[in-house]
Every structure is written in structure tokens, then in C-alpha cells.
T-cell receptor, first 113, second 113 residues
Framework: AQSVAQPEDQVNVAEGNPLTVKCTYS??????LFWYVQYPNRGLQFLLK??????LVKGSYGFEAEFNKSQTSFHLKKPSALVSDSALYFC???????????FGAGTQVVVTP | DSGVTQTPKHLITATGQRVTLRCSPR?????VYWYQQSLDQGLQFLIQ???????AKGNILERFSAQQFPDLHSELNLSSLELGDSALYFC????????????FGPGTRLTVL
């Protein structure tokens, strides 16, 4: 079965420091991976996706993610975190051709001034 | 703003009742997805419709049903409500399906008392 895991419930980082949110996946075949962010009382906002091609994917709001096939990882990164990046981040994997997404449990990011 | 609209934003009802949640996809999107977000189970895929036809089903209870109308809006019907059905219900839409990005609406918060 296709699945993703987010090993950290919460990540704390100081403003201006690099931010990394971890995601590992387990799939049969080629993985299609997504990152979404959820702000309080809001819906999920799409950040980026990996379908095929370059292992480094650039997305919205200065975020990027690195696909690593040997480590089955798809970590989300931002070189310099902002207080406004504080939110809940979800990694997801496509589990069928019709678009069923399997989400990770989410990682709460807290950026302190 | 993702372009996906959901009504109502909040819904408070009693156990045993029936409610209908409504979703309008982004202009041009043919696929609609429903997800449930709860503290217990995280984000769970419920069901997907493409151009009026059911295409994928997740862990959707038999008490729940959905449909997509000719104008492509979708409704999720929840009946015989239980306390455990209290959750955030999200609708998402995409152009077709599969590797297309899903854009999420703001959600409907259902509280069952």
C-alpha cells in the first residue's frame, strides 16, 4: 500500500534559520508526492509536487523539496524561515490513477522571532 | 483563495440528524474530492467524482453519500449523525485527476452534539 510518514509532530525553528520538514514514503512504482500547508481555520494550500524529472522541486512561498529515491524521502525545505511560516504541513502521496491522496499525520511548524 | 467554495462554513446539529455539505469546484475542473479531517484520524480521503461519475472511494461510511451534478458542483450527504462525525470536511477539485494538483476549499466544520 502507498503511504507517507512524517516522523516529527512538531518542528521548532528561529526566524531566519533554515527549515526542514521531513517526509518518507512507501510506494510500489513511481511515487507522485505533494506538500500542502494548512493555516489555522483555513483549507489546505498547495505548495509543490514531484511527478517526475528534477529531484529538486521549487514551489510557492520560497519552499522547495528534494526527492531522494534511495532514501525514499521527500523533505520540504526553506532556506530562511519566517514567523508567518508557522502552520501545519502535510506530505501526501498519490495512491491511484484517479487522484486519491494519502496524507501524512502532519507536522506543526513553529517559527519564533 | 483556491477558487473552490464550500458552504456552509459551520454546521451544528444533533445526533441522528442529516446534513448536506456543498462544494463548487474551480472553473474548468472536472474532478471533485471529499476529505474528512479529524483529530483522531487525520486527513482521510472519502470519495471522488469525475464529470458526474464516482471514480474512487475511500473509507466512506455507508451513512455518507455524495454526488456530482451536471454543473459539476458536488454535495456530500451525512445521515444518522454520530458524535464521532464531528470534523472538518474538505472539498478539493482538479482539472481531471491523478497527477493534477488538487486545490482545496476552506472546509465545512461540522459539530454534532
Amino acid at each position: 500500500a502507498q503511504s507517507v510518514a512524517q516522523p516529527e509532530d512538531q518542528v521548532n525553528v528561529a526566524e531566519g534559520n533554515p527549515l526542514t520538514v521531513k517526509c518518507t514514503y512507501s510506494v510500489s512504482g513511481n511515487p507522485y508526492l505533494f506538500w500542502y500547508v494548512q493555516y489555522p481555520n483555513r483549507g489546505l494550500q498547495f505548495l509543490l509536487k514531484y511527478i517526475t524529472g528534477d529531484n529538486l522541486v521549487k514551489g510557492s512561498y520560497g519552499f522547495e523539496a528534494e526527492f531522494n529515491k534511495s532514501q525514499t524521502s521527500f523533505h520540504l525545505k526553506k532556506p530562511s524561515a519566517l514567523v508567518s511560516d508557522s502552520a501545519l504541513y502535510f506530505c501526501a502521496v498519490l495512491t491511484d490513477s484517479w487522484g486519491k491522496l494519502q496524507f501524512g499525520a502532519g507536522t506543526q511548524v513553529v517559527v519564533t522571532p | 483563495d483556491s477558487g473552490v467554495t464550500q458552504t456552509p462554513k459551520h454546521l451544528i446539529t444533533a445526533t441522528g440528524q442529516r446534513v448536506t455539505l456543498r462544494c463548487s469546484p474551480r472553473s474548468g475542473d472536472l474532478s471533485v474530492y471529499w476529505y474528512q479531517q479529524s483529530l483522531d484520524q487525520g486527513l482521510q480521503f472519502l470519495i471522488q467524482y469525475y464529470n458526474g461519475e464516482e471514480r474512487a472511494k475511500g473509507n466512506i461510511l455507508e451513512r455518507f453519500s455524495a454526488q456530482q451534478f451536471p454543473d459539476l458542483h458536488s454535495e456530500l450527504n451525512l445521515s444518522s449523525l454520530e458524535l464521532g462525525d464531528s470534523a472538518l470536511y474538505f472539498c478539493a477539485s482538479s482539472v481531471v485527476s491523478g497527477r493534477d494538483t488538487q486545490y482545496f476549499g476552506p472546509g465545512t466544520r461540522l459539530t454534532v452534539l
